[in-house]
């Protein structure tokens, strides 16, 4: 595999022990549907957590929660309305960003929560 591969992996279960030891159930992992994907889905007592892991070794030029483009946002946004469908779920959502930095296993791990919101479609008249 290659390295890059490795190292999102490693950060991917990084994040995932994070959330664990943080009190988070974890519903799913890589969850796909179509073309869709969801890195982790996660829950709180009152809420629906979808996150989305960002992984990059120390002294990458972009830090990991800029590479959450507008368009990756948009299919975050996608898998996770489909998700909720399918699975008949009734919780508010939100939307979260855990960035991963470093090596395995001293990662550098920040929990960006509410990193962004559904855009709001306003209909004009």
């Known amino acids: 595999m290659a390295e890059h591969n490795e190292l999102g992996k ?3 279960a990084a994040a995932l022990a994070y959330l664990k030891e943080n009190g988070y159930e974890i519903l ?6 179509g073309h869709f994907e969801l890195d982790i889905v996660a829950k ?3 809420e629906l957590v979808i996150v989305e892991v960002k992984t990059r070794s120390e002294g990458s030029i972009v830090d990991p929660e800029d590479a959450v483009t507008n368009q990756k946002i948009r299919n975050i946004i996608s898998a ?3 998700y909720i469908k399918f699975f008949d779920i009734d919780l508010p959502a939100r939307f979260d960003i855990i960035s991963v930095i470093g090596k395995s ?4 791990i920040e929990h960006i929560e509410d990193a962004f919101y559904p855009p709001v479609n306003i209909r004009r008249w």
Do not use: Q
């Open 10 to 12: 490693d950060g991917e």
């Open 28 to 33: 799913h992992t890589n969850w796909r549907k």
């Open 44 to 46: 709180t007592e009152d």
């Open 80 to 82: 996770a309305d489909i």
């Open 105 to 108: 296993p001293d990662f550098e």
